[in-house]
């Protein structure tokens, strides 16, 4: 028994799939692709009339090396530091000639202010060239253009304003690649303005680097004087105070030896690091004073205990000690071993404290050696100075004067040497930059690249187009492929039923209703399409197929009627006994087919009125049994729920082979549910790319309470549109090239 696939489950879980089908997006493409070429076209069919309406934009490039070599006075240091060219300083230099005060040396020096392209100016008059003049040049104008001369110089302010401000839109700096050249480029209309404005800025470039470095070495001259100046009188005012001070205090005594500032400074070196040292060494004999006053070892003195022989002894204690243990482990205590052992210990432990005793007292004589060394360099100094007889205070205050006049010594030759070199500086040009390579006139523009802008239309139609179609593709609210049955409704398809067209309702020039082509054209697409719908059917349940089918749709027009009257045919020709019950109380559309719709019916048999042998024709061009409504009833649900449905559906199983009920759409009115219960499966009709999805789901879940339902059966497809979704649905093979050519040959 095949498995029938639960509509419930997912609506249930919620389950819906998403993964990637090659084939669903090359299905996509072929059914849209007339729509998105024709967007691409008004795309591209815009972009280009937008093009050609375009003005083309020139764009000429000098290219400035920044030189990270400068020339230098040989032997001596400059005054001006070297530049350093890395990331932040090529930024500084782009930001130079980006700026406002830069460019207006090139507006004032090309006149832009007066061009077509870059100035405003719309009116030309004496004062206004006047007022001009004046501003730019410092010339004065004729007394009739300084009339009116406040208005002028604004507007001639404003005019220049945004002249600069149209030079700065059409400037771009930029780093060539990862060196130090800067690419200056500038944008017009005319490709020799172009040129001759790039190669105007990378020479005003160079002025301003020249302008700026030689002002700066006439500042830095300029305040090297006058700080020498300073400079001399405090070197002239602290040698007049060292020499007042020792003649203040007679330090130069007959009988003194005079050293050198440079051998006093070693002397007094010599005197510092000997007082560290004595003090260090003080420090150590006032610990072991401490310790020896406080009844402690002298083993915790870090100086003491690693010097000398301690190590050893001490290795010979730990080493005595293991040896007593292991002995007193094995022997114990009287034996002569362990005795003999305790007595080495003595021993070692008196040599300890011996060489503890020697080597506190060699730190108090290394101590008292470093007070004597200090007191001799002492008094060496005071000799070598004069001071034997000058007091501390004199002496500090005396050694104070000559570090003050040293240091405004060594302070102004220093000076002096960087003036001199200052100085030199000036005098040359230093090249901080260069052009390496000026701009020519370019031949052909910048703006716009009719290539890259047309490739960009193509590619914006493209995306337009695909949006479109996906928003066409989502606006299409009706089911199209068989994984959209599957995936929403969890239900299979089970067949697709091509749309006929007058040919193929034709039979020797009589056209035949369509319900007629199972048994008059048994080998035309449709009539396959009912056999693979009626196969569908029986295999829902092999070891017990469905007698009773019931046939339904959402809502009117889907071709419920015409799928049931088929399938009764289909299956008259097959040989079985078929009843067909028109249970479309409210629309009976199947009765009005077959030209019973006026005979007494299912109404009037439900009613008790009749008998069934009276409402039950058989149809002789179809081969079938029909039962058609009857009677017009004002409660048509509670004449299908009764018992008396019941018991005629269980009679009628037991007479014929298949019974087929046409019942009303499950969108509108209840009455498909209440005949679901009388019925072993249900025919869901979908028109094909028409009823809304969420309707049919919602019937479908109104309808899937038992599980009856077989599947679905896509009515009225269009097999040219069809193909386009998908090769591998919609009984493809029962269409188009394949159906011909299999039953032509």
Same mark, same amino acid.
């Given at each position: 028994m095949l498995n029938r696939i639960s509509p419930t489950s997912k609506f249930e879980t919620g389950e819906d799939e998403h993964r990637f089908d090659l084939r669903e997006i090359l299905s996509f493409a072929w059914r849209q692709w007339k729509f998105i070429a024709g967007v691409m076209g008004v795309v591209f069919v815009v972009g280009l009339v937008l093009l050609m309406r375009q003005t083309p934009v020139y764009t000429a490039t000098s290219l400035v090396l920044l030189d990270r070599q400068r020339e230098k006075a040989p032997g001596a240091e400059a005054i001006l530091t070297e530049v350093n060219l890395d990331f932040a300083m090529v930024e500084s230099q782009m930001a130079i000639i980006r700026s406002s005060v830069f460019l207006r040396r090139v507006v004032e020096k090309e006149r832009l202010f007066a061009d077509s392209e870059f100035g405003t100016r719309t009116a030309t008059g004496p004062s206004f060239l006047g007022s001009i003049r004046s501003m730019i040049f410092g010339r004065s104008a004729p007394a009739e253009d300084t009339k009116p001369a406040e208005p002028d110089e604004a507007a001639a302010a404003r005019e220049m304003q945004r002249s600069i401000e149209a030079l700065k839109g059409s400037v771009s700096v930029g780093r060539a690649g990862q060196g130090y050249v800067l690419a200056i480029s500038v944008n017009s209309t005319d490709p020799a303005r172009a040129a001759r404005l790039a190669n105007a800025v990378a020479d005003a470039f160079l002025v301003d680097k020249l302008d700026a470095r030689f002002e700066a070495a006439k500042r830095a001259s300029a305040w090297l004087s006058d700080r020498l100046v300073e400079l001399r009188n405090q070197l002239r005012e602290s040698e007049e105070q060292v020499a007042q001070f020792r003649s203040q205090n007679n330090l130069f005594q007959s009988g003194n030896v005079t050293l050198s500032q440079q051998q006093l400074s070693e002397l007094n070196a010599k005197l510092l690091d000997a007082k560290a040292d004595a003090a260090q060494k003080k420090a150590r004999v006032d610990l072991l004073t401490s310790i020896q006053s406080k009844g402690g070892s002298l083993q915790n003195m870090p100086e003491v205990s690693g010097a000398g022989s301690l190590p050893t002894l001490r290795q010979q204690a730990v080493t005595l000690s293991q040896q007593e243990a292991e002995l007193l482990a094995r022997y114990g205590?009287?034996?002569?071993? !362990? !005795?003999? /052992? @305790?007595?080495?210990?003595? &021993? /070692? %432990? @008196?040599?300890?404290?011996? %060489? =503890?005793? @020697?080597?506190?007292?060699? *730190?108090?004589? %290394?101590?008292?050696?470093?007070?004597?060394? !200090?007191?001799s360099l002492e008094q060496s100094l005071q000799d070598a100075s004069g001071q034997r007889s000058v007091d501390d205070t004199t002496a500090i205050r005396l050694r104070e004067l000559e570090r003050t006049a040293a240091v405004n010594k060594s302070l102004f030759e220093d000076f002096l040497q960087r003036a001199k070199i200052t100085q030199e500086q000036s005098t040359f040009e230093a090249r901080e930059a260069r052009v390496i390579n000026p701009a020519v006139a370019p031949g052909a523009p910048s703006f716009p690249r009719k290539s890259q802008y047309l490739a960009i239309n193509l590619l914006i139609g493209l995306l337009l187009g695909v949006g479109g179609a996906v928003a066409k593709e989502m606006l299409n !609210?009706?089911? *199209? *492929?068989?994984?959209?049955? %599957? &995936?929403?409704?969890?239900?299979?398809?089970?067949?697709?039923?091509?749309? =006929?067209?007058?040919? &193929?309702? *034709? /039979?020797?020039?009589?056209?035949?209703p369509i319900y007629y082509c199972p048994m008059a054209k048994p080998l035309s697409r449709y009539s396959e399409g009912i056999r693979a719908l009626r196969s569908g059917v029986q295999m829902t349940d092999v070891d017990n197929p469905p007698k009773v089918i019931q046939v339904t749709s959402t809502v009117p027009g889907e071709g419920k009627t015409t799928i049931a009257l088929s399938l009764a045919a289909s299956g008259a020709n097959s040989g079985l006994k078929v009843l067909l019950i028109d249970a479309d109380l409210r629309h009976p559309s199947a009765s009005r087919a077959l030209n019973l719709e006026k005979d007494t019916g299912l109404v009037d048999l439900l009613m008790g009125q009749v008998s069934p042998k009276d409402v039950i024709r058989f149809h002789e061009k179809a081969g079938f049994w029909a039962l058609a409504v009857g009677s017009k009833t004002q409660n048509p649900t509670d004449l299908l729920g009764s018992e008396r449905m019941k018991s005629l559906v269980a009679s009628f199983r037991q007479t014929f082979d298949l019974v087929i009920i046409d019942t009303s759409p499950a969108g509108p009115v209840i009455d498909p549910v209440i005949v679901s219960q009388l019925s072993d499966t249900i025919v869901m009709v979908v028109r094909w790319a028409s009823t809304a999805r969420e309707m049919v789901k919602h019937s479908v879940q109104q309808l899937s309470v038992h599980r009856k339902i077989a599947g679905v059966a896509f009515n009225q497809v269009n097999d040219h549109r069809a193909q386009k979704y998908g090769k591998y649905g919609y009984s493809y093979y029962y269409g188009a090239r394949y159906y011909k050519r299999y039953y032509s040959g």
């Open positions: 205590a009287p034996h002569p071993l !362990v !005795v003999n /052992v @305790r007595a080495q210990q003595r &021993d /070692v %432990e @008196r040599a300890i404290a011996a %060489e =503890m005793q @020697r080597l506190a007292a060699s *730190t108090r004589n %290394e101590y008292e050696l470093a007070r004597s060394r !200090v007191a !609210v009706g089911f *199209t *492929t068989p994984k959209q049955v %599957e &995936d929403i409704l969890g239900l299979p398809l089970l067949s697709s039923l091509s749309l =006929m067209g007058a040919r &193929d309702l *034709t /039979v020797d020039g009589k056209a035949i």
